[in-house]
């Protein structure tokens, strides 16, 4: 019932204008106070009165009687022009609603401030942990109850072209009411820009931009080329390493002679030795008597499956 007063008091004392402003976050925003009296310049009888949507029942007091009030959230951005504007200094999401300008004069002026974001979700959403990111574009207004027309929010490229549907490197998830997603995933050109436009009769009211940073970026196409290549000229190095060093050992291999043996005898491990009887002492002689020499042969014992030669001992 006191929202119906006031709306009554508003019409029945006049309104002059009813105008829509559309910003994006961190703006400096000027909201006008029209019909100021030029007894009233320095402000001495202006009040600012903010409501944050239709359905709100809370008129906020911004401004009463030319003092700006700093206890609300965000009153400390807020300041008053010469000419009785309101100046909001680095918008929040918060901001966004209707802002009323009274005086001594018969009509008042309604402001709509319309403010447009956009960033990732959830909030602590992380792109250099996450392969894909979801970027949310939202429009904060007044008239809550009122749903923004389907198609009033669309995404572009950095080259303003629109992103319809779904690519290889994003998906548009839809709009619901005053608020569109769009599904990222992460790509060879990583610091890529994603701008949200607001769109109203057929034009476009408001634009914000978002980029993607990744300190660390993914491997792209070219430099898996270059390393897959690397990684077989290595590959062909060691094997021809290999290679050289098998030839020069089988060279040196074939420098060796090797041990020639006749064929009427197989070869054997028969050990020859000549045992020589003959008195080693030349001061002292000896007559020997000349007598037959008799040569013995003494057979090693040898398995059957080994060579049969023997082991020979010659006594002279």
């Known amino acids: 019932l006191s929202l119906i007063g006031e709306c009554f008091l508003f019409f029945a004392a006049g309104v002059s204008g009813d105008r829509h402003l559309y ?74 609603g209707r802002y009323t300008c009274r005086s001594n004069h018969p009509r008042s002026t ?4 319309n403010i447009l974001t956009i960033s990732p979700s959830p909030a602590d959403t992380d792109p250099e942990r996450d392969d894909e990111v ?7 207004r007044y008239n809550t109850n009122r749903p923004c027309p389907q198609n009033s929010i ?30 990222v995933k992460r790509q060879s050109d990583y610091n890529r820009s994603y701008t949200c436009q607001f769109i109203e009769a057929n034009s476009v009211k408001i634009d914000a931009h978002f980029t993607l940073v990744y300190t660390d970026p993914p491997p792209s196409s070219t430099s898996i080329i270059v390393g897959a ?9 060691v094997i021809a390493a290999v290679l050289i060093k098998y030839r020069r050992r089988a060279k040196a291999t074939e420098g060796v002679q090797k041990p020639t043996h006749s064929q009427e005898e197989p070869e054997s491990n028969l050990t020859y030795i000549t045992v020589n009887h ?34 020979y001992s010659s006594v002279g």
């Open 110 to 113: 309604l402001v709509h401030l």
């Open 229 to 237: 290549v690397v990684g077989v000229l290595v590959v062909l190095v």
């Open 23 to 96: 910003h994006s976050l961190g703006n400096d925003v000027i909201l006008p106070c029209d019909n100021v009296p030029p007894s009233q310049a320095r402000c001495l009888f202006i009040d600012w009165i903010y409501e944050r949507d239709s359905d709100s029942v809370d008129r906020i007091p911004r401004v009463d009687k030319g003092k700006v009030n700093q206890n609300p959230p965000g009153g400390s951005s807020l300041s008053l022009r010469n000419d009785c504007s309101l100046i909001i200094s680095n918008i929040t999401a918060e901001d966004a």
């Open 154 to 183: 669309l995404w572009v490229d950095e080259e303003g072209t629109v992103l319809p549907g779904e690519d290889g490197g994003y998906k548009f998830n839809g709009q619901m009411d005053c608020v569109s997603n769009l599904a």
């Open 134 to 140: 979801t970027l949310t574009c939202s429009m904060w």
């Open 278 to 311: 003959a008195n080693q002492n030349p001061k002292r002689k000896v007559k020997v008597k000349e007598e037959a020499v008799t040569y013995s042969t003494v057979k090693n014992t040898v398995k059957a499956d080994n060579d049969p030669s023997s082991f």
